[in-house]
């Protein structure tokens, strides 16, 4: 057998019967020269990686120093926004953040606003409901890294969404009461659930709680926003009406008074859609349960004031966390504020603004209208200073009266709806949650016959009602219908 080799001793092949290895080969052998020049070559492509990798490196670490910290991503709830203060803008950056100060941070259309950084976040928490259908521009200026001082500029914009009303329609000619839903400036419009003698409601973010009666003994459902789910809420296990009816949507606490049959005594029950939902009374001071004359939600707590018979009015905590606060005396609850920190309420002598944290409180007065001093009526209070009232003044004549809504800052009153005709009727209003809008119920004419069978909020027949944004005084809907809810 002969061995030959293939040219440059790459491989092998054979001869005779032998089988060929593929596999094999020979040795290959480096003079040192090559081993110089391949050394060498791989020094050189190591050193050019290393160079390229360095100025990139350069390139950004010279850009991240002159263009300062970028905005990435941002986090807002736009829904929340517009529905509960408190709720937060969250910014994110590039890099770890030095402290931004408030004095740095511009809200357009602007909104009450405190900011916080942690890390590479910018939390700008919006201290009170922003506005429906509105674009939001938030600009934080002369932002700087922890780590270097060249500053930039970090933006978000959102959007908040148009505002849907619910509303409660009486039927004529037999036809069940309804609960419908709409947009603000939309026709269409859409029953969520019809009933007999529907006396009130209160929608949560999935359902709708809704009192019914036969006139001598009331229901509670929970009925979902399509109107394919039902589901009977507990009452007090007696006989008797629910005579007045709220709820807090952020905590999803129903609170309602009850009069038993055959009684003249109301007692205050409240029942948390979490959990078990256990009816059970409202305890005061003496830890007796409280018989009110009137009470109302602190808007986004668990928290109501309420007005005892002997006319104490007392802050009680429904879940039982904090103790019983006694705030004062007095002869009538006309509201407390939609921002939560304020109770307007009469005394015998003068209306007062009473600071729910505090207990301090100051006389109040409505401001004049067209520099006449009017007659106050009901009240809603945006804040401390802010408030919408209906109040009266004298006609021109001096022998008869305007009804007007009006927005009055403390110093002066502007006003925003009075009926069309000097026969309209004033039958009350609502505000939004976030003071942008309010809802005047009225009729053309004071003889418009009222079903007053109704136990909960009788209203006059074919009532209406106005939307007016409070800000520019303009009619933006009206429709038939009343007991607004946002």
């Known amino acids: 057998m002969t061995r030959t080799s293939t040219e440059g001793g790459r491989g092998r092949g054979t001869t005779g019967g032998a089988t060929p290895d593929p596999f094999a080969s020979d040795p290959v052998f480096l003079t040192e020269e090559d081993a110089r020049e391949a050394g060498a070559r791989w020094r050189t492509r190591w050193i ?18 002159f263009q ?16 509960r203060p408190g709720q937060q803008l969250r910014v994110f950056a590039n890099q770890a953040l030095a402290h931004v100060d408030a004095s ?35 600009r934080i200026g002369g932002v700087s890294s922890v780590y270097q001082r060249q500053t930039s500029t970090l933006e978000a914009r959102f959007s908040t969404p148009p505002a849907t009303l619910y509303r409660l329609v009486r039927g004529t000619g037999g036809a069940d009461d309804r609960i419908e839903r709409a947009g603000l400036r939309g026709s269409d419009r859409t029953t969520v ?25 009331s229901s509670l459902s929970l009925v ?4 394919a789910a039902v589901e009977t809420l507990p009452v007090p296990d007696r006989p008797g009406l629910i005579t007045r009816f709220a709820a807090d949507r952020a905590t999803t606490t129903l609170a309602f008074s009850f009069r038993p049959t055959g009684s003249d005594v109301e007692t205050l ?32 707590e668990d928290v109501v004031v309420v007005q005892s018979v002997d006319d104490s009015v007392s802050v009680i905590d429904l879940s039982g966390a904090d103790p019983v606060r006694p705030v004062g005396t007095y002869s009538l609850l006309q509201g407390v504020s939609l921002d939560g920190t304020t109770l307007i309420a009469a005394s015998a002598i003068a209306s007062m603004v009473v600071d729910l944290a505090t207990g301090d409180e100051r006389p109040r007065a409505p401001a004049p209208v067209d520099g006449v001093l009017p007659f106050a009526g009901p009240l809603v209070a945006l804040d401390s200073d802010h408030v919408v009232q209906q109040v009266s003044v004298p006609s021109d004549d001096g022998l ?7 927005a009055d800052d403390g110093t002066t009153s502007r006003t925003l709806w009075q009926p069309p005709s000097a026969s309209g009727v ?38 209406t009602t106005t939307i007016v944004d409070i800000a520019s005084g303009a009619v933006v809907a009206s429709y038939e219908g009343f007991d607004t809810t946002w």
């Open 400 to 406: 008869t009266y305007r009804t007007l809504v009006v």
């Open 224 to 227: 979902s926003l399509d109107g």
């Open 193 to 217: 659930w019809s009933a007999p003698r529907i006396q009130a409601y209160e929608v949560f973010d999935s359902a709708v709680a809704v009192v019914t009666d036969d006139g001598a003994q």
């Open 68 to 83: 300062g910290p970028k905005a990435g991503e941002t986090q807002v709830d736009t829904t929340a926004v517009v529905e």
């Open 269 to 300: 029950y409240t029942l948390p859609l979490q959990g078990q939902r256990a009816v059970s009374p409202v305890l005061g001071l003496s830890g007796q349960p409280v018989e009110p004359t009137d009470w109302a939600f602190v808007p986004g």
């Open 48 to 65: 050019a990686v290393v160079t390229v990798l360095a100025v990139l490196c350069a390139a950004f670490v010279g850009l991240t120093y």
């Open 426 to 463: 004033v039958e009350g209003f609502d505000v939004s949650p976030n003071g942008q809008y309010l809802a005047v119920q009225s009729v053309g004419d004071a003889t418009t016959p009222t079903d007053y069978s109704y136990t909960i909020d009788p209203v006059a027949d074919g009532v």
């Open 104 to 138: 740095q941070v511009v809200v357009t259309p602007a909104a009450a606003f405190t900011v916080q950084t942690s890390g590479d976040v910018v939390a700008v928490t919006f201290t009170g409901r922003l506005a429906y259908d509105t674009d939001y521009h938030v």
